[in-house]
């Protein structure tokens, strides 16, 4: 086919295909940079909310490690603290066993051995054990360990008496006592009263 067509309306239409060749080329590059910038911008929420998601758990780790290095430190401060609690009670009623015995032995009645003492849980108390020939003599070791004269005990109370007969230990005293006495607050036989004492001279 003979193209009849003058020269200018030639490269005319040759200019108008390539400006629509040039039209769909820059839709497809907007359309693109449309979706590039949409896919940017789901990218960088998505990694900003990961970053929080992210911050938030390590802050709430980081509380927890606090709270609990608190909680063990707290608990270490405590069982200092009891201790030393308990060691200033204890040598606070530091007693002084030596003249303590002496004073008990003389609370004794006749045919009553003193056998054991041990410092009771109840502060400022003592457990005693006695051997006694029978059940009177047994009961009689409370009574006078109870005497306010002694100056010893503000109480003693009867924990129990068991008389085996022969079946004892010691048969010539099958009856076994044991007391739980209370100091008074002024014993002179406590090592805290006995030193105050002791600097009141």
Known sequence: MINLLPPEVKTGYQYAHRNVRLRRWVVICLVALVGLGALTTY?????HQATDQANKQI????????????????????T????????????????LFSGLIKQIGASM???ANLTGLSIAQTQG???I?????DYKTASQIQV???????????????????????????????CTVQIRALFTP??????INSQGHTNGH
Request: aromatic share 6%.
């Open 43 to 47: 990218g960088l929420l998505s990694l």
């Open 59 to 78: 802050t709430a780790a980081e509380n927890q490690l606090k709270q609990e290095n608190f909680a063990a430190t707290q608990a270490k401060v405590q």
């Open 80 to 95: 200092v603290s009891n201790s030393f609690k308990l060691l200033v009670q204890v040598l606070s009623k530091e007693i």
């Open 109 to 111: 009645p006749d045919n």
């Open 125 to 127: 108390g003592l457990n």
């Open 129 to 133: 054990t006695a051997d006694a020939t």
């Open 144 to 174: 006078n360990l109870s005497d306010p004269t002694n100056k010893i005990f503000s109480k003693a109370d009867l924990e129990s008496i068991v008389c085996q007969g022969s079946n004892a230990p010691d048969p010539t005293h099958p």
């Open 186 to 191: 002024n014993n002179p036989f406590l090592f």
